[in-house]
C-alpha cells in the first residue's frame, strides 16, 4: 500500500518549458520534503515544508518552487527547465516531532529533459 | 562538511553477514545515527536509527561505539536483494528538514 505517492513516474519536458512534478502521502505527515537526486549522485534536499511553512536550502536555484495545497499534496514546479535538470526526483514525509523522526520517501519522478 | 564518512563500495556473500562502517567522528549529543538504503531506481528506505545504544529490529542492527564517533550496520544474512546503496545519517533530535545524504556505501551482495 503505497504511502507516499508519486506522480507521474516518468516524465519527458521540453527545453525551458514549464514542469510540474507530484506527490501526494495518506500519513497525514506534517512535512513534506522535495530532494533532486542526480545519476549516481546522493538525495540533494530542495526544501521543505512544515504544515504551511516553507524552508528552502540556501543552494536550491530560483527556477525550482514548490507549493503545498493541503496537507496531503505537494508540488515541485521547475518554471524553466535546463538540461542540467534532468535527474529523480523524491518526495518524502516525515511526522514532525523532536525524536525519532523518520523519512518516507516515494518512488521518485525521473524527469528527461530534451 | 560531511558529516559522515563511509567507504564508497563493499562485497558480501549471499548468506554471509555484511558490517557496514560509518564514521561521525563530530557528532553531537543530540544527534541519532540513521541509516537508509536505495535499491536502484527507487526512493531510499528507513532502516534503523540510534541514539548511543545498540538497536535491532527485523532488518538489521546498529553498533554505536560508546563514544559515539563511529558505527557499525549489520545485516545479519545478506540477501541479493539487499544490494543497495547504503546511507549513513546523523541528525539531530528534532531532526526534521535535516536529512542530509552523504555519497553513501554500494553494497553488492554475490551468490
Known amino acids: 500500500d503505497a504511502m507516499v505517492i508519486q506522480n507521474p513516474r516518468y516524465q519527458v519536458t521540453q527545453f525551458g518549458k514549464p514542469v510540474t512534478l507530484s506527490c501526494s502521502q495518506t500519513l497525514n505527515h506534517n512535512v513534506m520534503y522535495w530532494y533532486q537526486q542526480k545519476s549516481s549522485q546522493a538525495p540533494k534536499l530542495l526544501f521543505h515544508?512544515?504544515?504551511?511553512?516553507?524552508?528552502n536550502e540556501a543552494d536550491t536555484p530560483d527556477n525550482f518552487q514548490s507549493r503545498r495545497p493541503n496537507t496531503s499534496f505537494c508540488f515541485l514546479d521547475i518554471r524553466s527547465p535546463g538540461l542540467g535538470d534532468a535527474a529523480m526526483y523524491l518526495c518524502?514525509?516525515?511526522?514532525?516531532?523532536?525524536?525519532?523522526?523518520?523519512?518516507?520517501f516515494g518512488s521518485g519522478t525521473q524527469l528527461s529533459v530534451l | 562538511d560531511a558529516k559522515t564518512t563511509q567507504p564508497p563500495s563493499m562485497d558480501c556473500a549471499e548468506g554471509r553477514a555484511a558490517n557496514l562502517p560509518c564514521n561521525h567522528s563530530t557528532i553531537s549529543g543530540n544527534e541519532y545515527v540513521y541509516w537508509y538504503r536505495q535499491i536502484h531506481s527507487q526512493g531510499p528506505q528507513y532502516i534503523i536509527h540510534?541514539?548511543?545504544n545498540n538497536e535491532t529490529n527485523e532488518m538489521a542492527s546498529l553498533i554505536i561505539t560508546e563514544d559515539r564517533k563511529s558505527s557499525t550496520l549489520i545485516l545479519p544474512h545478506a540477501t541479493l536483494r539487499d544490494t543497495a546503496v547504503y546511507y549513513c545519517?546523523?541528525?539531530?533530535?528534532?531532526?526534521?528538514?535535516?536529512?542530509?545524504f552523504g555519497a553513501g556505501t554500494q553494497v553488492v551482495v554475490t551468490p
Open positions: 540510534g541514539l548511543k
Open positions: 518524502a514525509t516525515s511526522i514532525g516531532q523532536t525524536t525519532n523522526e523518520k523519512l518516507f
Open positions: 515544508y512544515y504544515d504551511k511553512d516553507f524552508n
Open positions: 545519517i546523523v541528525a539531530e533530535t528534532d531532526s526534521w528538514g535535516k536529512f542530509q
